[in-house]
C-alpha cells in the first residue's frame, strides 16, 4: 500500500510539475491520460489534478473497463469537465477487479459511476466510448505540433496500439510521425 500510495504521490508529483513548468511560460499543459482507473487511487489522483489544476486542458482519457471509462466521466464531468472523450478498449465487458493479491482493495469505479454518473459517458452509454486507438489519433490530429502530454498510468497496450496505427481520417500520419508531430512530453508511471 506505501508502495502505491508514494507512487501515487510521484504521479501527482510528476503532473502538477508538468502543469507548473508549463506555468511559468504561461502555457497550458494539453494533456492526454492513459489509466486504469478500479482498484487503487493513483489513477484518480491524476484525473482529480488534471480536471482541477488551473493550467492543465484535459484533452482525453484512455481507460481498459467499462466502469472506468464511466468513472472517469463521473469525475471529469463533476469537476465541470463534461465534454472530455473518453477511450474504451473493446470488445467491452464488465470484468471488474478482485484482489487476491494482498485481500486489501476493492473495485470502486463502478460505484462512483453509478451514483455520480455525469460528462460524456453517463451511466449505461460505455457502448458510445472512443476506440482508444482512434481517439488518440483524433486528439492529437487536432492539437498544435509539438503541444501534448501523454500521462501513462496504465496498461501501454493502446500507446502500442497508437504507435502500429497507419493513416485514417484523422492523419495521413502513422502513429510514430504524428507522435513525433505532436507530442512534446510522455510521463509514464514506472
Ligand atoms: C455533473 O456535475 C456537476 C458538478 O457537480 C453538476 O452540477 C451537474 O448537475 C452534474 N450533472 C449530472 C447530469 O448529474
Ligand atoms: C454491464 O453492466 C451494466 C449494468 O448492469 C449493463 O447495463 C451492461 O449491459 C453490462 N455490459 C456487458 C457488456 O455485459
Ligand atoms: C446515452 O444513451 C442514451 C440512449 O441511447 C441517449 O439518449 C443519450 O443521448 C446518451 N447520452 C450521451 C451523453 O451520449
Ligand atoms: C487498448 O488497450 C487494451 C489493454 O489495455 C487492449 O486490450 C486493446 O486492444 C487496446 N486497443 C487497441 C485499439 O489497441
Ligand atoms: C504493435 O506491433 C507489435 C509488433 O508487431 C506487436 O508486438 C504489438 O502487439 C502491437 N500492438 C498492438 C496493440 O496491437
Redesign the pocket.
Known sequence: MLYRLLRTIAIGSTLLLASVTGGAHHETTQLIIDADIFSVVDDTAALFLASTLPNVNLLAVNV?TQSSALAVSAIAGHHGHTGVPVGL?RPITNDSFFDDWLYERREYASKVAYHYSNGSLPWGNATDAW???ALYRKTLAAQKDGSVTIASV??F??L??LLNSTADAYSRLPGPALIAAKVSKLVIMV
Open positions: 481498459h478498449l476506440d482508444p486507438v496504465g496498461f497496450d493502446n502500442s496500439g
